[in-house]
């Protein structure tokens, strides 16, 4: 039984040990797609953050159209400030442009997305709620491709 409980507490030991070859390539692997991988993070909580505000306004708003806006609005505070810092971590000293830019480029979305969330609803009659889920995946990646292109665009090295 000790010798069981010696081995749990060396492999526990063990896990944060970056010889580990598993956790080297992990390791690895999240380096290489770091950009990636906190953007689909940011982006899953950013969608939270619009469904979960589109959601709260929908039992006070009767309108899709006003709580749509509404939730981009919330949510891309939320996304302007965490993709900054987590994903694209930003250095650019002037913020004031970065941000215009920013909404500018989720603005083009935001058109998109009350474009399809009136195809799917109005015209062929799905719950908002389920359309605004659906619109989202497409938003999300609208939203990386613009972010990566016109937002927070890296200066190229000489």
Not at 14 to 35: A, C, F, S
Not at 39 to 56: F, Q
Not at 63 to 86: D, G, H, P, Q
Request: charged share 20%; aromatic share 14%.
């Amino acid at each position: 039984m000790l010798s069981l409980i010696l081995l749990v507490v060396e492999v526990e030991s063990q896990i944060d040990n970056p010889t580990i070859p598993i956790v080297r390539k992990i390791m690895k692997l999240y380096y290489k797609y770091k950009e990636i991988i906190n953007y689909l993070i940011v982006g899953g909580l950013t969608t939270l953050v619009s469904i979960g505000s589109y959601a709260l306004y929908r039992v006070f708003i009767h309108s899709y159209v006003v709580c749509t806006v509404l939730s981009w609005i919330t949510a891309v505070l939320f996304a302007y400030i965490t993709n900054r810092i987590f994903v694209f971590e930003s250095k650019d000293k002037k913020i004031f442009i970065e941000f215009i830019k920013f909404v500018g480029c989720r603005l083009l979305t935001l058109g998109s997305e009350l474009l399809t969330m009136w195809i799917l609803v109005d015209l062929i009659g799905i719950n908002d709620m389920i359309a605004k889920i659906v619109v989202q995946f497409i938003v999300v990646v609208l939203n990386y491709v613009f972010s990566k292109i016109f937002v927070f665009r890296k200066p190229k090295k000489l």
